[in-house]
């Protein structure tokens, strides 16, 4: 067996130099971020460093090193940068063992930046078929079907869908891409309730959104005048609150109103780039308000959702709505599996590249 280190600017040139080196029937063992070698690792430059694997060849074929700047060499003997041999395993028998096709969907998936465990999840649902082939519609369709618990989908909405979350999130913006497909998709007028003394500019937009797509309005400072506002509401009932990075005791108040109301369902909203410590303190501090689902906005200011999908996953909670965009009311979906597979994928998915 022969094992190599390829180096290169992203895992896709990584795993074409690495075919051209090894050929078609290269394993991928790991690939991973590390420092450029030479003196721009010195000043913070990363590059992909993937190892793979391949039948040994023949003594005496030409093998050139390229590296991540285009250079070739042969390399004389083991180094960071030059290929290094290691015997194979042997099996029980005594010939030597391939390595599982699954280790490298696993790679793969790791770099495109899914954490370790959803990674090995997903390998695992594939057949061992699937795993030698790697096409995109695979992984999407293995990844889809272990993130399924965590997809809310189409849900039918409840008599109140209350929205809280830190400031900045987009939590007024995502209910009126809400209430604006709903009106133009199904021809619902959902009321919309602005929970919120203090924001007097999210009011008024709050407002603008609600004369635009023709539904009810209501502003609610208190618990008291939230409790009438509900009170008079017909249809569905959106709810805007103010956005503090630790919910207040009126904003307690005002989710205690609507625990006493029959149908509430309480979203927090969370932008896509919020890193996983920072994720798992606000479900910490927002636990008070019981949120049943996360809504995930900001995802086109976001490298990876990953994150932020590991903590949702480890509180069993269910992802509602995904937003990428300030258009309304387009750039807003439902979570559905498929819809957060390919938000979980994004742009670093390696469509069509083998990984046997």
Same mark, same amino acid.
């Given at each position: 067996m022969?094992? #190599?280190?390829? =180096?290169?600017s992203?895992v896709?040139?990584?795993?074409a130099? /690495?075919r051209?080196?090894?050929g078609?029937?290269?394993?991928?063992?790991?690939?991973?971020?590390?420092?450029?070698?030479?003196? %721009?690792?010195?000043?913070?430059?990363?590059?992909?460093?993937?190892t793979a694997?391949?039948?040994?060849?023949?003594s005496?074929?030409p093998?050139?090193w390229t590296d991540?700047f285009g250079?070739?060499? #042969?390399?004389h003997?083991p180094?960071?940068?030059?290929?290094?041999d290691?015997p194979a395993?042997?099996a029980?028998?005594?010939?030597?063992s391939?390595?599982?096709?699954?280790a490298?969907?696993v790679a %793969?998936?790791?770099?495109s930046g899914l954490s370790?465990?959803?990674a090995?999840a997903?390998? /695992?649902?594939m057949?061992?078929? $699937?795993? !030698? *082939?790697?096409t995109d519609?695979?992984l999407? !369709?293995?990844?889809? /079907?272990?993130?399924a618990?965590?997809?809310?989908?189409?849900?039918a909405?409840t008599?109140?869908e209350v929205?809280?979350?830190?400031p900045?999130?987009? #939590?007024?913006?995502?209910?009126a #891409?809400?209430a604006?497909?709903?009106?133009?998709n199904h021809g619902?007028?959902?009321?919309?309730?602005?929970a919120?003394g203090f924001r007097a500019?999210?009011?008024e937009?709050l407002?603008s959104?609600a004369?635009?797509v023709? /539904?009810?309005?209501?502003?609610a400072?208190?618990a008291d $005048?939230?409790?009438?506002?509900?009170t008079g509401?017909r249809?569905t009932?959106?709810i805007?609150t103010?956005?503090?990075?630790?919910?207040?005791?009126?904003?307690i108040?005002?989710v205690?109103?609507?625990?006493?109301k029959?149908?509430?369902? *309480?979203h927090?909203?969370?932008?896509a780039? *919020?890193?996983?410590a *920072?994720?798992?303190?606000?479900?910490d501090? =927002?636990?008070?308000?019981?949120?049943?689902?996360v809504?995930?906005t900001?995802?086109?200011?976001a490298?990876?959702?990953?994150?932020?999908?590991?903590?949702v996953r480890?509180?069993?909670l269910?992802?509602? =709505?995904?937003t990428?965009?300030? !258009?309304?009311?387009e750039?807003?979906e !439902?979570a559905t599996?498929a819809s957060l597979?390919?938000?979980?994928l994004g742009e670093q998915?390696m469509?069509?590249?083998t990984c046997?």
């Open positions: 022969h094992v #190599k280190r390829v =180096y290169a992203s896709r040139e990584a795993l130099s /690495a051209e080196q090894l078609e029937s290269a394993l991928v063992l790991s690939t991973e971020l590390v420092p450029s070698p030479g003196w %721009r690792g010195w000043v913070g430059h990363r590059v992909v460093r993937l694997a391949a039948e040994r060849r023949e005496g074929s093998e050139a991540a250079s070739s060499s #042969k390399p003997a180094s960071p940068v030059a290929s290094v290691r395993v042997a029980p028998d005594g010939r030597p391939r390595p599982d096709p699954r490298g969907v %793969r998936l790791s770099a370790g465990p959803l090995e997903v390998a /695992a649902e057949s061992e078929a $699937e795993c !030698r *082939t790697g519609e695979a999407r !369709r293995a990844l889809g /079907a272990v993130i618990p965590i997809a809310g989908g189409a849900e909405f008599r109140y929205f809280v979350g830190p900045g999130v987009g #939590k007024t913006t995502t209910i #891409k809400i604006a497909q709903a009106c133009a619902l007028r959902l009321n919309l309730v602005a919120d500019g999210a009011i937009q407002r959104y004369t635009i023709g /539904a009810p309005f209501r502003v400072r208190s $005048e939230l409790d009438r506002a509900l509401t249809q009932a959106l805007d103010a956005g503090h990075t630790i919910p207040d005791a009126n904003m108040e005002l205690e109103v609507l625990g006493r029959r149908g509430a369902r *309480t927090l909203v969370l932008a780039d *919020t890193s996983a *920072t994720a798992r303190r606000l479900l501090r =927002y636990a008070r308000l019981s949120p049943a689902r809504v995930i900001k995802l086109d200011e490298d990876s959702v990953m994150p932020l999908v590991d903590a480890e509180r069993g269910v992802v509602s =709505y995904l990428a965009g300030q !258009r309304v009311p750039d807003l !439902r599996p597979a390919a938000r979980l998915s469509g069509g590249i046997h």
